[in-house]
């Protein structure tokens, strides 16, 4: 699928929750069509002069009911099912709201075959966890059921089908599981609410009034509690008809067969009747320039441009490809032109224009930016020039032959990467493009039809919808800030920037790559030899570590891996990390790594970095950790050498000015509020260090200590650290070892000067048995976060065959949480609980859980906590736990991921993770329900702490803490 229609079908309105939702569109001068009329049952392919992707097999059953099945090997021997119901909350009636997503709830709560209660078992019987290879979401004009199954022989395979066909037409609403499962939905609602969404719920309600679009897939607290068995039941009965679903198989499966277990799943599968086309969903109010004062709590301010068009919807084509380029070319440029903007003035933390003026249920064009506080008007009022310049005199011929140079590179990377896509990703792309109303074409046609289509992308037409969008009269002005200004101050601050008179962009040249002198190659003779062991079980796709030292001492590591075709990693890991350092260093290094994320590669700037980041087609990072620093590059294989050159060039020659100290101390403010006065964020933060004791290693940086480093102390201290080593080079994926080993060499041969590590140990981690912490924040949405741990160590060479069963242990404590808390209590959406040990920290670890509620329910889960203990487990309650963890593990050792993770902590931390990797598997098979139970009260009886952080003014009003009177 095309980078353009991509990028149109995966952008989700802000105002929609639940899901991604899709960009589906009737316009006004099409009144006489229903809404989602393009949803006729057809494929996309069979009303369009593009052609379909051959590899993909597509069908249809006498009902209607459409199939396609996408060979794909990632992960081997699994695959995906997808059931793409086309019908979402849109089809929903104004006392209806939240219903098609409180339906997608009820496919897990007894269906035909599964009675209530007994299908989460049977998934996790079968090797999928729930959540995690059993999965649904609900969007505006859809409903996805997602199944990624453990194998691919018929049983299973008629197995998953089943489930999917209940899906479809057997769901049964028993009236005792739809009361109970509104306390699900209700706490899912709690959780996915915060500070950002309420805000663009807010904004949401002003732009879209009076239509369809305001409404949440997660419907009203007031629709949602007046659902019954019988309301519920009828609205699926109406929806759910087989000419609007597609069933979608990508993995390691052929067509035939799925074709024929398809035919049998579904074929008598009927819905008497037409299926229906939802009421209308309104048109937004097109009525000239308005303004928007939204009073935030936030550090900093917001400021966003949007500028409004009809609704269209046109059929896929070439016409309207071509259409979509040009439009994506507008958009690189003008979002080029926001970052030189921002290079140039340092106006804000970041700058975003999106172009979707032809495109999506709500055609917008929206430019946003994040400022520091007092920031808006300075901001807003570039944001008007910049507007006024590009719709005056368009964008340069250098400027649009950039962008068209920058999409035919991600068109070329598809081609080299899709055999590596996984079957999740694959399928999620499918039913995006499918609800689209877009061609399920191959990347090699994509890539044809944009050397078809570019020669047509003149400056003149360009620039023309240049003028359209950018010129547009219909804009809404919002300004979010703590002590907003009025809408008066808004529309006069647009016009005066408007009104300013700006030269045309002149022409600019980007420096060259690489612009340090390139080292000479290595003679093959003089290259180390490699040694080489097989990291991989028998059984499985070989993955061979090999490794060298160079003549100065540099160790290479090259790290070859067959999952994800196109994609490579290189790594250059020095010194032994900020841990066992004082207090302030750490802070020192926490700094560094915030202004070198706002620099590019070495001396090139971020702005000119961008481009040879579109040529590698990943990017690059560097960052001080506990364990060691590290600059990490990712992108294209075919494009190794570049790779290599970004990292050598970022760790030869660091550059570090004062605007990126600026920009990152302002980034650190604009997040100050977040961090310390919301659930969420507190949570994340302050939550995990009370459990280590406070230590400073692990907190993250705050404005007020990167306010107290200097610039040349931040030079210093990067200079400095690379003269610790060792130095190791780690290039992985899709590569060539000797290839690997001989750039390594040529680019680091010669850079290692590096002194022996500070060995000083870290200061031991300090539990805080028996402590009882309490956070209030002033937080405006109404959430708690309750965290329990119970510390039980690990040594780093402790038995394996322990450290299996506490893992068990901590599966069967998660599902319990989920039965009691989740599904019982209704009091949380996804209550999780771990064993997490650190062998680099003397084997510290902790079992640790969270539940994540409201106010209203937050004592009585802080009571089930305090009252938790120990039972019995069963054989069947641990083979059940023990499948889904196995599947896991099976599917992560067929990722490059995982291999690199290992490799990169074993050489971090001097452990041997790789070693270790290779017996887990086994030990959690021979874990016996004895050995299960003692691990569980051996945890639940260690020495225990609680955290928990309430929101003291959820709706405005003062909240009582767990434990205190509600």
Same mark, same amino acid.
């Given at each position: ?12 309105? &802000? ?13 006004? +001068?099409? +009144? ?45 021997? =699994? ?35 599964? #009675? ?45 089908? +089943? ?158 490809? %071509? ?13 080029? =032109?926001?970052?030189?903007?921002? $290079? ?7 700058? =975003? ?23 808006? =008007? ?8 910049? +507007? ?51 061609? $399920? ?127 490579? &990693? ?83 020659? #660091? ?55 200097? %610039? ?25 070892? #000797? ?26 981690? &300090? ?40 893992? %068990? ?38 079992? $640790? ?6 106010? &209203? ?28 963890? %196995? ?53 639940? $009886?260690? #020495? ?23």
């Amino acid at each position: 699928m095309p980078i353009f229609r991509f990028m149109a079908a995966s952008v989700a309105l &802000a105002g929609c929750l639940v899901g991604s939702p899709v960009n589906l569109y009737a316009g006004p +001068t099409q +009144t006489s069509l229903a809404e989602a009329f393009w949803y006729d049952g057809k494929w996309a392919h069979e009303h369009s002069d593009l052609s379909a992707d051959p590899a993909i097999t597509f069908g249809r059953l006498p009902n209607g009911f459409r199939y396609a099945v996408i060979p794909n090997a990632n992960p081997k021997g =699994r695959v995906s099912l997808y059931l793409d119901v086309q019908a979402g909350s849109l089809m929903e009636k104004e006392d209806e709201l939240g219903y098609a997503h409180y339906v997608e709830h009820m496919a897990f709560n007894g269906t035909r075959n599964f #009675p209530p209660g007994s299908l989460i078992p049977f998934f996790q019987k079968h090797g999928m966890s729930f959540g995690g290879d059993t999965n649904a979401h609900t969007a505006w004009t859809e409903t996805v059921y997602k199944l990624n199954l453990a194998g691919t022989d018929k049983e299973t395979l008629t197995m998953g089908l +089943t489930i999917l066909r209940d899906f479809a037409d057997g769901m049964q609403f028993d009236p005792k599981e739809v009361e109970e499962e509104l306390g699900v939905i209700l706490a899912e609602k709690n959780h996915r609410d915060n500070e950002a969404m309420q805000s663009r719920r807010q904004r949401s309600a002003e732009l879209y009034a009076g239509t369809a679009f305001v409404n949440e897939p997660i419907g009203t607290e007031a629709c949602l509690n007046a659902v019954t068995s019988e309301r519920l039941s009828a609205f699926y009965r109406k929806w759910y008809h087989p000419e609007r679903m597609i069933l979608v198989a990508v993995g390691s499966v052929t067509a035939p067969e799925v074709e024929r277990l398809v035919a049998e799943a579904f074929g008598d599968m009927k819905n008497t009747g037409p299926a229906p086309a939802p009421q209308a969903w309104g048109n937004p109010r097109l009525e000239g320039i308005r303004a928007i004062s939204e009073q935030r709590a936030i550090s900093g301010e917001d400021v966003s441009v949007i500028l409004h068009f009809p609704r269209v919807h046109q059929r896929d084509s070439q016409k309207n490809q %071509l259409e979509q380029l040009v439009d994506s070319v507008v958009e690189y440029c003008m979002q080029r =032109r926001l970052q030189e903007r921002d $290079q140039r003035d340092a106006l804000w933390n970041n700058g =975003r224009f999106m172009n979707r003026w032809r495109q999506g249920l709500i055609p917008s064009a929206v430019m946003g930016v994040n400022t520091h506080a007092s920031g808006w =008007r300075d901001s807003l009022e570039a944001l008007a020039e910049e +507007t006024r310049l590009a719709a005056t005199h368009g964008f340069t011929d250098q400027e649009i032959a950039q962008a068209l140079d920058a999409l035919k590179k991600t068109f070329a990377r598809r081609v080299g990467q899709r055999s590596g896509m996984s079957n999740t990703d694959v399928a999620d792309e499918f039913v995006r493009t499918a609800n689209a109303d877009f061609v $399920q074409t191959s990347p090699a046609a994509d890539l044809n039809l944009f050397e078809q289509l570019r020669k047509d992308v003149k400056a003149k037409t360009v620039n023309a919808v240049a003028r359209k969008v950018l010129g547009g009269n219909n804009l809404t002005l919002v300004v979010g800030a703590a002590v907003p200004p009025d809408q008066q101050e808004i529309l006069q601050t647009w016009k005066s920037g408007a009104a300013r008179e700006l030269a045309p962009v002149a022409r600019r040249e980007s420096p060259a790559f690489p612009y340090l002198p390139v080292p000479r190659e290595t003679p093959a003779k003089a290259l180390p030899a490699m040694e080489s062991r097989v990291l991989s079980l028998p059984g499985e796709q070989e993955v061979r570590l090999y490794q060298a030292q160079l003549r100065d001492g540099t160790e290479v590591y090259v790290l070859p891996l067959p999952f994800e075709s196109g994609k490579a &990693a290189v790594q250059v890991l020095y010194g032994a990390g900020y841990a066992a350092q004082p207090d302030a260093e750490i802070a020192l290094a926490q700094t560094a790594a915030a202004v070198l994320a706002e620099g590019g590669i070495g001396k090139i700037s971020r702005l000119d970095a961008q481009k040879i980041v579109e040529t590698i087609g990943g990017t690059v990072k560097e960052s001080f950790g506990a364990q060691g620093a590290s600059i990490n590059v990712d992108g294209d294989s075919r494009r190794l050498e570049l790779l290599v050159q970004a990292a050598w060039t970022q760790f030869a020659d #660091p550059q570090m000015d004062a605007a990126a100290l600026q920009k990152a101390r302002r980034k650190l403010e604009a997040q100050v509020r977040k961090k310390r006065e919301t659930v969420a964020e507190v949570a994340k933060t302050d939550g995990q260090t009370f459990f280590y004791g406070g230590a400073r290693r692990y907190r993250s940086l705050e404005p007020e200590e990167a306010a107290g480093f200097n %610039l040349a102390d931040v030079r210093d201290f990067v200079a400095n650290a690379r003269k610790e080593g060792p130095l190791r080079v780690v290039i992985s994926g899709d590569v060539n070892p #000797p290839q690997a080993l001989a750039l390594a060499a040529r680019y680091f041969g010669g850079l290692n000067s590096v002194q022996p590590p500070r060995t000083n140990a870290p200061a031991a981690l &300090a539990f805080p048995a028996n402590d009882k912490a309490l956070v209030k924040v002033p937080d405006t949405v109404d959430q708690v976060v309750l965290r329990k741990a119970w510390r039980l160590d690990f040594p780093a060479d402790g038995d394996r065959a322990v450290l299996a069963a506490r893992q %068990l242990a901590a599966a069967t404590l998660r599902d319990k949480l989920r039965r009691d808390l989740r599904e019982r209590m209704g009091a949380s959406y996804s209550p999780s609980a771990f064993y997490r040990n650190m062998p680099a920290e003397n084997g510290y670890a902790l079992l $640790q859980v969270e539940v994540g509620t409201d106010n &209203a329910q937050s004592g009585d889960v802080a009571a089930y906590l305090e009252k938790l203990t120990p039972w019995d487990i069963g054989a069947t309650e641990l083979d059940r736990l023990r499948a889904p963890l %196995l599947t896991s593990l099976k599917s992560g050792r067929a990722s490059s991921q995982y291999w690199q993770r290992l490799l990169t902590a074993e050489l971090n931390m001097g452990l041997p993770f790789l070693q270790w990797a290779n017996t887990n598997g086994e030990e959690l098979a021979k874990v016996t329900p004895e050995e299960a139970t003692a691990a569980l009260q051996e945890l639940l $009886q260690a #020495p225990a702490a609680s955290w928990t952080v309430i929101s003291t003014q959820p709706g405005g009003g003062e909240a009582a803490a767990p434990g205190e009177s509600l």
